[in-house]
């Protein structure tokens, strides 16, 4: 019998490495490891090995068991750990990565600066959290103005509530402009703004503005359609047109509503139409008193556009949401 066992655990172990696959692997321990198998035969058969012979045969037939079930198990375990598939063939042409785009609001950002710079416009920047000064006081807006509202800002908790918010507007750069340079100056910003809106088609809590500010002597009304009929042409095009409706805002004096002719895209097809984007007027003589500049000396003008909407009329898209949310489909049309 101990001659068996010795034949049995070599048979099984030479067996073992033929195994090429997981069906081969299984069909093993069907034969040897299974309720049926020729371990479980083994077994079976010590009840007719004599008394005196059982303790050797036991303890050979425990060992030769072990051993085929540990290297059935590291057999199984390295099956396991093998990669699935095909080997690769490294000398396979791999598949071509499409070259990278700045998103729309970045490339129409770009644009704006270019355009603006050309026309001796100078790019400031200043803090997305601002205090009440700079967004509100400094601007002309007065404490029972209902802009100041919590409901149309969004104002910082803690020990300074009501004191810092995140700005609603970029003409909280021209007031910090001011304050470090001496006029005349020539000034665009950029950037982020908020606001709690409700989020739809139109409207979103954050975007995007620009913001043009001159200061110089004997600024006029006519000076600021010039700029932005330079404006409007070089962006948009020759037969770009622009229109100023009157209109009011607490920083300026007077104030008017911009509105530019452009081509748009509508359902897939160019057409030309009159659109609102933003507002702009003469710098209001209190404005310039907040920021220490003689208004009987110096005059200026400002104006401010929406820059999605700039990008949405231009590109002929209709929800700003899209804009935000990083679809690849959407922002590879651009």
């Known amino acids: 019998m101990l001659a068996d066992l010795d034949t049995m655990e070599r048979e099984a172990l030479a067996e073992l490495e033929t195994v090429t696959d997981a069906a081969a692997l299984e069909a093993f321990r069907v034969r040897w490891l299974g309720s049926n198998g020729r371990l479980r035969s083994a077994m079976d058969a010590l009840k007719t090995v004599p ?15 072990a051993a085929i079930e540990g290297a059935f198990n590291v057999r199984r375990d390295t099956a396991a750990a093998a990669p699935k598939g095909p080997p690769i063939d490294v000398t396979e042409p791999g598949f071509a990565v499409g070259e990278g785009a700045r998103h729309v609001l970045t490339k129409t950002i770009d644009e704006i600066v270019d355009v603006l710079g050309r026309m001796g416009f100078s790019v400031a920047d200043g803090p997305e959290l601002e205090d009440e000064w700079h967004n509100f006081n400094a601007l002309n807006i007065p404490e029972s103005h209902p802009a100041r509202g919590p409901a149309d ?40 703004v908020y606001r709690p809106d409700a989020h739809d088609a139109t409207h979103y809590s954050m975007f995007h503005q620009v913001e043009g500010l001159y200061v110089d002597r004997k600024v006029s009304m006519v000076d600021l359609k010039t700029t932005l009929v330079q404006f409007a042409k070089a962006f948009f095009g020759p037969e770009a047109e622009i229109r100023l409706r009157p209109s009011f805002f607490p920083f300026t004096e007077p104030s008017a509503e911009l509105d530019m002719k452009m081509r748009v895209m509508r359902n897939g097809v160019p057409e030309w139409r009159w659109i609102e984007l933003g507002g702009c007027g003469m710098v209001d003589p209190n404005v310039f008193k907040s920021v220490g500049i003689d208004p009987e ?20 898209i209709s929800d700003i949401r899209l804009l935000f949310e990083n679809d690849a489909r959407f922002l590879r049309q651009f």
């Open 51 to 65: 008394k005196e012979a059982k303790p050797a045969v036991g303890k050979r037939l425990n060992e030769v068991k």
């Open 153 to 192: 800002n969004f104002f910082l908790g803690g020990e300074v509530a009501g004191k810092l918010l995140l700005r609603t507007q970029t003409s909280t750069v021209q007031i910090r402009a001011m304050e470090s340079m001496k006029p005349p100056l020539k000034i665009c910003a950029i950037g982020r």
């Open 297 to 316: 000396e110096w005059t200026g003008f400002a104006f401010g556009l929406g820059i999605e909407r700039v990008a949405m009329r231009k590109y002929g």
